[in-house]
């Protein structure tokens, strides 16, 4: 699963849709939104953002199971 596939099924799993990226991440426009999907270039504050609208959380999982979240 690429990022943006990741951040398209966050969104889907809140009930919201590619044009609520524009609010939620503060960019210009929808076209603004779309490139960031279909580029996949997403910062840790965009994702971060994404996450905590979904109700979610990003971490990093170590290989023995240690995690750590991003805030």
């Known amino acids: 699963m690429t990022v943006s596939d990741a951040v398209m099924h966050a969104?889907?799993?809140c009930g919201k849709k590619q044009a609520d990226l524009?609010?939620?991440?503060?960019?210009?426009s929808p076209q603004?939104?779309?490139?960031?999907v279909r580029e996949?270039?997403?910062t840790a504050e965009d994702l971060?953002?994404?996450a905590e609208m979904a109700g979610g959380k990003i971490l990093f999982q170590m290989p023995d199971?240690?995690?750590f979240e991003l805030k």
């Open 22 to 28: 524009v609010d939620i991440l503060k960019v210009s």
């Open 32 to 36: 603004a939104a779309n490139k960031k």
């Open 40 to 42: 996949s270039r997403w």
């Open 11 to 13: 969104l889907r799993a």
């Open 48 to 50: 971060i953002k994404v």
């Open 65 to 67: 199971g240690e995690t």
